[in-house]
């Protein structure tokens, strides 16, 4: 009796672990985001709108630590919608630094998004059900992130409106806490300031000084040996808006998360806090506030 519950315990073990291990693959992830996107339609239905999305595919070798950080973006949509509705709201969270994050993680996202999904539904008397997708071999997290984003620009229609700067300057915020953390890990003494705050900026500007930060981050990335990531302006569409700047900031805390977790830093980035109505130029001020700070960084030593 006792060699079949061991029996019986190593089948379920090893059942359980082949299935965790096949949930990795990036065409499992881009399954249940497809089924996002049919949820998100559903609701879109139901609230009368029609979504016309003008949708430009990244196309850089992205990591699931972007992807999971789009899912992110996701989430803070949804409670965009819960707030226009006036429906209570959970602040998404963080996760503890990794070097190399897991792809399972991005799946365990999916599966809250499709949580979330459903009290929408349940709470606008949505009952139809979405068929379960087609899984399609071959798919990358680049794939996932692309198809993510699609359904970012579903949810910003949803919501018949865009991030604002205010938003863009709260997830900069946290950029700055994060860059804050590395000096004091470094033991850095930070005599960096804030520039001048410029009368009026362009979203498109913010974008260039967000990939100024990027290459930044890139730079040491490349002193830990962590493969860095490329963007360009050619990567986002010539109409720049704040949404645009919100995405590339997003990026930027995911890459800034290996410098973290190479220095053993266990805390994860403060959640968004609340801020009085932000302009461009705030934003602006902030981006290269933080570039400045991470500028003093010339070497990481453990």
């Not at 060699?3 to 019986?8: A, E, I, Q, V």
């Not at 693959?25 to 949820?39: D, R």
């Not at 226009?84 to 365990?108: D, F, I, Q, T």
Request: aromatic share 8%.
């Amino acid at each position: 009796m006792r060699n079949l519950l061991f029996l019986l315990f190593f089948c379920f073990f090893l059942s359980s672990s082949l299935s965790a291990k096949t949930l990795k693959s990036p065409s499992h992830v881009f399954a249940q985001v497809k089924k996002i996107e049919q949820e998100v339609r559903l609701i879109l239905a139901h609230e009368g709108r029609r979504p016309v999305v003008k949708f430009q595919q990244v196309k850089v070798n992205l990591k699931p630590r972007h992807v999971w950080q789009k899912g992110y973006i996701i989430i803070s949509q949804l409670n965009r919608f819960r707030k226009n509705k006036r429906w209570p709201v959970s602040v998404p969270g963080a996760l503890e630094p990794v070097l190399e994050l897991e792809p399972l993680l991005v799946y365990e996202q999916t599966q809250f998004i499709l949580v979330r999904l459903a009290n929408i539904k349940s709470r606008l008397g949505i009952r139809k059900k979405v068929k379960a997708p087609a899984l399609i071999p071959g798919k990358r997290p680049i794939d996932v992130y692309n198809q993510l984003h699609f359904v970012s620009l579903l949810l910003d229609q949803l919501n018949q409106q865009e991030v604002t700067p205010t938003e863009v300057f709260g997830e900069v915020k946290r950029l700055f806490d994060d860059t804050s953390v590395l000096l004091d890990r470094l033991q850095i003494s930070d005599p960096s300031f804030p520039p001048a705050k410029k009368a009026v900026v362009s979203p498109a500007e913010n974008l260039v000084v967000a990939l100024k930060l990027h290459n930044e981050i890139s730079r040491l990335q490349r002193l830990i040996h962590v493969e860095p990531t490329s963007f360009s302006v050619e990567n986002f569409k010539e109409k720049v808006s704040p949404t645009d700047v919100y995405h590339l900031v997003e990026l930027c805390l995911a890459d800034l998360q290996t410098l973290k977790a190479y220095l053993n830093v266990k805390t994860a980035t403060p959640i968004v806090g609340s801020y009085a109505e932000n302009s461009p130029a705030e934003v602006h001020q902030l981006l290269v506030w933080v570039i400045r700070k991470l500028a003093l960084i010339q070497e990481v030593n453990r």
